[in-house]
T-cell receptor, first 112, second 112 residues
Framework: KQEVTQIPAALSVPEGENLVLNCSFTDSAIYNLQWFRQDPGKGLTSLLLIQSSQREQTSGRLNASLDKSSGRSTLYIAASQPGDSATYLCAVRVFGNEKLTFGTGTRLTIIP | DTGVSQDPRHKITKRGQNVTFRCDPISEHNRLYWYRQTLGQGPEFLTYFQNEAQLEKSRLLSDRFSAERPKGSFSTLEIQRTEQGDSAMYLC??????????FGAGSRLTVL
């Protein structure tokens, strides 16, 4: 059974700093991994999708990496802004299965 | 078509009542998913449709839960004889095959 863990559960950093969010998964036979953002009381917004054959994806100030062999992914946020405050969730999909397995998220607060 | 629409956004009901949620996916997306999210947790997979066919159901989906997608367009999720443990955010997502999931804003259920 795939298990996804995100540590820390919460993180506060001053505005302007670079930061890294971590995601680990137990089954390395993944099809893809996605990072999502969720604002309080809202749905999820997809940030980055990494296919199993890829090592990283970039979008603006965001960079996600994938290391299947170690069962880890990181989301790097450069030059953080107060608007980046949200909960960040990673989710993995394994081959032959349509469902995503989510972590419990990291609640990020950027301090102005 | 601007995204995935869910209705109602918030439903408060008494224990034992039936509730129904509706999801309108992005029109060209043939795959539709339902997830449930409780406070402080990541979303958990409930069920998945490809067009009108329900192809996968989680064990979380007890006999009191039923989902339909009668014409391969909108979907409904009905919960019969609601219990307090059903209180959660019910999230719908849609996608073309092998692509990024687009989530709706969710329907929050509160069972008193």
């Amino acid at each position: 059974k795939q298990e996804v863990t995100q540590i820390p559960a919460a993180l506060s950093v001053p505005e302007g700093e670079n930061l890294v969010l971590n995601c680990s998964f137990t089954d390395s036979a993944i099809y893809n991994l996605q990072w999502f953002r969720q604002d309080p009381g809202k749905g999820l917004t997809s940030l980055l999708l990494i296919q199993s054959s890829q090592r990283e994806q970039t979008s603006g100030r965001l960079n996600a990496s994938l290391d299947k062999s170690s069962g880890r992914s990181t989301l790097y946020i450069a030059a953080s802004q107060p608007g980046d405050s949200a909960t960040y969730l990673c989710a993995v999909r394994v081959f032959g299965n349509e469902k995503l397995t989510f972590g419990t998220g990291t609640r990020l607060t950027i301090i102005p | 078509d601007t995204g995935v629409s869910q209705d109602p956004r918030h439903k408060i009901t008494k224990r034992g009542q039936n509730v129904t949620f509706r999801c309108d996916p992005i029109s060209e997306h043939n795959r539709l998913y339902w997830y449930r999210q409780t406070l402080g947790q990541g979303p958990e997979f409930l069920t998945y449709f490809q067009n009108e066919a329900q192809l996968e159901k989680s064990r979380l989906l007890s006999d009191r839960f039923s989902a339909e997608r009668p014409k391969g367009s909108f979907s409904t999720l009905e919960i019969q004889r609601t219990e307090q443990g059903d209180s959660a955010m019910y999230l719908c997502a849609s996608t073309p095959p092998a692509n990024v999931l687009t989530f709706g804003a969710g329907s929050r259920l509160t069972v008193l």
